[in-house]
């Protein structure tokens, strides 16, 4: 499979009532056409949820998601959201997908889902384009830095093993320039508090909003946009 981690897909914008309105995918750092180039087909999208019980909020993302493939001119014959409702036939859902797209949120919640599904060992056997959003992209990786974005986050755990399908250590919506996490916490600070902290003697991968990572079938890895190595406290940019 190629593996893009991001930290977002720009593939809607929200009204004045937080209503997501979907819009045509841009071509932020190459990103539309990477996609294009690895693409297949268009036959069936499937997006995996990150909360499998938020059903209301998975059918929108779905249809979002699945409208802005469309005016990118990548209507697929065939858009499904995988969750607590179908979750048994995970395998069967993915089997002959061109796209797989791991949304954002909570990463213990994902890691849980995902654990509960099988997801690891149906990747293994998949053939087309795999896309992480923000948790989405963090839990393809071997571990997870799992910092709290909220007070509600605090009990989780620091740390979990991801699903191992890149090496290394990602920070999604990281600002390098400024050492700041880029949807930030009124409660504390989370790049100061929590990230920085958490690379001491370790590396991890910082990466901007539009930023993003591409791993092709061979393994080869490649940046896009600005990129930042995040370690004992400091991050530099990389890329």
Not at 23 to 46: F, M, S
Not at 55 to 65: I, R, W
Not at 87 to 110: E, H, P, T
Request: net charge negative.
């Amino acid at each position: 499979m190629v593996i893009f981690l991001t930290s977002l897909l720009r593939t809607h914008y929200y009204d004045d009532n937080g209503g997501r309105v979907p819009v045509a995918l841009g071509d932020q750092n190459g990103i539309l056409t990477n996609i294009r180039k690895y693409l297949k087909g268009t036959d069936k999208l499937v997006v995996v949820a990150n909360n499998p019980d938020a059903t209301a909020d998975n059918d929108e993302k779905l249809a979002c998601v699945g409208e802005s493939f469309r005016l990118t001119g990548l209507g697929f014959k065939e858009n499904i959201m995988l969750d607590g409702r179908n979750g048994d036939g995970a395998k069967r859902i993915v089997s002959g997908a061109n796209i797989v797209i791991l949304c954002g949120g909570k990463c213990v919640c994902q890691g849980k889902f995902f654990e509960s599904i099988g997801l690891k060992d149906i990747l293994k056997q998949f053939d087309g384009i795999v896309i992480g959003i923000s948790a989405g992209s963090m839990v393809l990786c071997r571990a997870v830095p799992n910092f709290p974005e909220e007070i509600a986050d605090l009990a989780d755990p620091r740390w979990f093993d991801g699903m191992g399908f890149v090496d290394g250590l990602l920070i999604p919506h990281y600002d390098g320039q400024t050492d700041s996490y880029q949807f930030p916490c009124e409660d504390f600070d989370i790049a100061k508090d929590y990230i920085l902290p958490m690379s001491k003697g370790r590396k991890m991968i910082g990466l901007p909003n539009d930023s993003y990572i591409l791993i092709d079938k061979d393994g080869n890895k490649r940046f896009y946009g600005d990129v930042y190595e995040i370690a004992d406290g400091k991050s530099k940019k990389i890329n």
